[in-house]
Nanobody
Framework: HVQLVESGGGSVQAGGSLKLSCEWS???????MGWYRQAPEKERVTVAR???????KYVDSVKGRFTASQDNAKPIWYLQMSDLNPDDSAEYYC????????????????RGPGTQVTVS
């Protein structure tokens, strides 16, 4: 099983930045990696995905503000978030799918426990 653990969440003022990290273990092959968020009483939103070709996809609301990337030397991927606003407040999860290598679906087999981001 793939195990994922997020870190880097916290509280920040509007306009500020945070960088989330996700460390994974239990698998060494290629996989679709993603970040999604869930706010109370709101639908889950996948904010970024990285497919096995290294291509990234972003939801429109974060384009130009969020950047997803992978560490080439370590099993870690990141979500750099800038110009944050209160609408970005949510629990953020990193996620992975071993079969959907091009991230065509908005579904993931595995996810981490989440990290809270609060923007005020």
């Amino acid at each position: 099983h793939v195990q994922l653990v997020e870190s880097g969440g916290g509280s920040v003022q509007a306009g500020g930045s945070l960088k989330l990290s996700c460390e994974w273990s239990g698998y060494t092959g290629k996989m679709c990696m993603g970040w999604y968020r869930q706010a109370p009483e709101k639908e889950r939103v996948t904010v970024a995905r990285i497919d096995t070709s290294g291509r990234t996809k972003y939801v429109d609301s974060v384009k130009g503000r969020f950047t997803a990337s992978q560490d080439n030397a370590k099993p870690i991927w990141y979500l750099q978030m800038s110009d944050l606003n209160p609408d970005d407040s949510a629990e953020y999860y990193c996620a992975a799918d071993l079969l959907d290598l091009y991230c065509a679906k908005d579904e993931f087999e595995y996810r981490g426990p989440g990290t809270q981001v609060t923007v005020s």
